[in-house]
């Protein structure tokens, strides 16, 4: 069974089958192990108990990146394996990982003076050494002035232009659960992992699940149970033993956007913060981003919102770097934010704690969380490797991943910016114009022009979600019929970036999206108008950190 249409047959081909590996979690962790493990032959299942990428995965500050201020803390392999997948990452999936020019800009007083700047990008440069990316660029003040002007009033003392990567988090995640289900793999999202059913012997042969929709309980038979449940991974745990003790650390992140018109950075900024922490200023179309914070949080992830304290720091921090913006509260376009898993361990700032990834091995499971979008595939083969090892005999067979040089479904061949240029003519012959077929290529690849037919065959689909922005109607007709996109906010928050990025978040166009999924989905009145209040909660959600000044 290959992609991710006919949810009906997905779930009867989960409670049919005994997998030789039942994946919990559809983030970029889960996914990526599903697709690795799929490589190797394995028969796999993955469950997510909502959408793809809807947990950490989609409120990164989307950085495919080295981790420049990992080396402060000699994190010299995590840097090291970062920048090589970083320079695959861009080889093998150039519509999802593109390249982002930085700007790093150095304040007197903050952690990072100019020489150690110039320490940091040179071992930088040299762990990427033969990997084809360019070499960093040191600046004076007057230089450092000339590329970012909207610097200018702050206290500088100079700075560097480097090179790293921007990746939309969510769709590099759904395309790991398409590229898994290509490998035979079968992902079922809103299906939630309830508790292992255990043999006498301890081993857990089998789990019992929750159709979300539906609220049916059935059990699945799986050899061994790889759980990549992030910051729930604790929870997940205390299904079995509600006494369990906590293993893991949460720190939040906030992001807000901001119009691109009120700051229009030329490329992304760096900017040192207190405790080794860096704000980034990243231009995303027609939004700046700008994150992040790190504070320890201790409630229910479910819970995890941004808080108005956040956004009043990211501002405050904005304004010391870019003082003529003179950014304010009413310029917020978004603000969201996700949970970083760390390890617990010894107490002090989670923003010092170590980016390493956590993988336990227990009898019939193993357990994977923390690490970095970046580093995903890396995570994902020693995931499946300590799977191979619990399955013994069984995965004799499955000794080595196949993701090393495998594109993505994705990827076009040849040359990605050939490939755009090619797209946009053979479109322009369906009626589609120019800005939109780039938009379509650059954001979906060679799967473009599946969206193209759709407007093809319905030429109103052409119209833009919200005016002004490039995602088309056609993308959620086709975010439902081929990307698994089950309610509105999977569409304007996770398919398109229309949450994020649209002036009102997309409120208005929210009734006519629950209209093409309504008739897409078969779904009722009631059904069509909950998905779309339920987007309406996601937004407020987001506004209630801008509704207070602190
Ligand atoms: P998640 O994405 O949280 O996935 C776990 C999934 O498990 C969730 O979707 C959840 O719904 C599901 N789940 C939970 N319980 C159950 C259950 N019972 N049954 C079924 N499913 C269940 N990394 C980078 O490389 N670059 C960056 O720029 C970057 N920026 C970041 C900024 C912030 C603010 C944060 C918080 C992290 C950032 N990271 C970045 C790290 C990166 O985002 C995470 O490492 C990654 O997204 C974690 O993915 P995951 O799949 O492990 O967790």
Redesign the pocket.
């Known amino acids: 069974m290959t992609g991710l249409a006919r949810r009906p047959e997905r779930l009867a081909a989960l409670q049919k089958t005994t997998f030789d590996v039942l994946v ?8 990526a192990v599903a697709r690795d493990a799929a490589s190797r032959g394995l028969s796999v299942a993955l ?19 080295g ?1 420049l201020r990992y080396l402060q803390s000699g994190a010299l392999s995590l840097v090291y394996e ?1 920048l090589a997948e970083r320079e695959r990452l861009l080889r093998l999936a150039p519509h999802l990982v593109s390249p982002l020019e930085f700007l790093f800009a150095v304040l007197p007083g903050r952690w990072v003076s100019r020489p150690v700047l110039a320490a940091g990008l040179t071992l930088y440069d040299w762990l990427s050494l033969g990997r084809g990316a360019p070499r960093h660029r040191r600046l004076g003040r007057r230089e450092t002035l000339a590329a970012e002007p909207l610097l200018a009033g702050a206290p500088f003392s100079g700075g560097a232009i480097y090179r790293d990567a921007r ?1 939309d ?1 969510a769709r590099l ?1 759904l395309e790991n659960v398409l590229d898994a289900a290509a490998l035979g793999a079968v992902p079922v999202s809103r ?4 508790k292992p059913l255990r043999n006498p012997d301890g081993e857990c042969p089998a789990a019992s ?1 929750r159709d979300v929709e539906s609220g049916t309980v059935f059990p699945v038979r799986a050899r061994v149970t790889i759980r ?5 991974s604790d ?2 745990r205390r ?1 079995e033993d509600a006494a369990a003790a906590a293993r893991m650390r949460l ?5 807000v956007t901001v119009p691109a018109s009120r700051l229009p950075v030329a490329r992304a900024v760096a900017i040192p913060v207190e405790s080794s922490r860096l704000l980034f200023a990243i231009p995303s179309g027609p939004v700046t981003l700008l ?4 504070t320890e949080y201790r409630g229910d992830p479910d819970a995890a919102a941004p808080r108005p304290e956040d956004v009043a720091y990211l501002l405050a921090r904005a304004g010391e770097a870019f003082p003529s913006a003179a950014l304010g509260l009413e310029d917020v376009v978004a603000a969201f ?5 760390l390890r617990i361990g010894r107490r002090g700032e989670v923003a010092r704690a170590s ?1 390493e990834e956590i993988l336990e091995t227990s009898p019939g499971e193993v357990s ?9 595939r890396r995570m994902a083969v020693r995931a499946v490797d300590a799977a191979v090892a619990v399955l013994g005999d069984a995965g004799a067979r499955a000794r080595v991943s196949a993701t090393r040089d495998r594109s993505f479904p994705g990827t076009p061949e040849g040359p990605f910016e050939a490939f755009v240029a090619d797209f946009v003519r053979r479109a322009a012959g369906s009626g589609v114009p120019a800005g939109a077929a780039r938009h379509l290529a650059l954001r979906y690849g060679a799967r473009a022009e599946e969206v193209v037919s759709l407007v093809r065959e319905t030429p109103a689909l052409a119209r833009p979600i919200v005016p002004g922005l490039p995602d088309l109607e056609a993308e959620a007709l086709f975010a439902a019929r081929s990307e698994d996109a089950r309610d509105v906010s999977d569409v304007l928050i996770r398919r398109t970036h229309v949450f994020w990025q649209a002036r009102g978040q997309g409120a208005e166009a929210a009734s006519r999206v629950a209209e093409i999924l309504r008739a897409e989905l078969g779904w009722t009145s009631a059904e069509t108008e909950q998905s779309r209040a339920r987007y309406l909660a996601e937004v407020s959600r987001s506004r209630a950190a801008v509704a207070t000044r602190v």
């Open positions: 919990v979690g559809g983030g970029i962790t889960g996914a469950i997510e108990r909502e959408d793809w990428a809807s947990g950490t995965s989609w409120r990164s500050s989307k950085l495919v990146h981790g970062s990746a988090d995640t299906v939630a992992f309830q699940l990549a449940a992030g910051p729930w929870a997940l299904t720190s939040l992140g906030a992001h994150g992040t914070t790190d934010a996700g949970l970083r898993t980016r994977v969380a923390g690490g970095k979008l970046t580093t995903h």
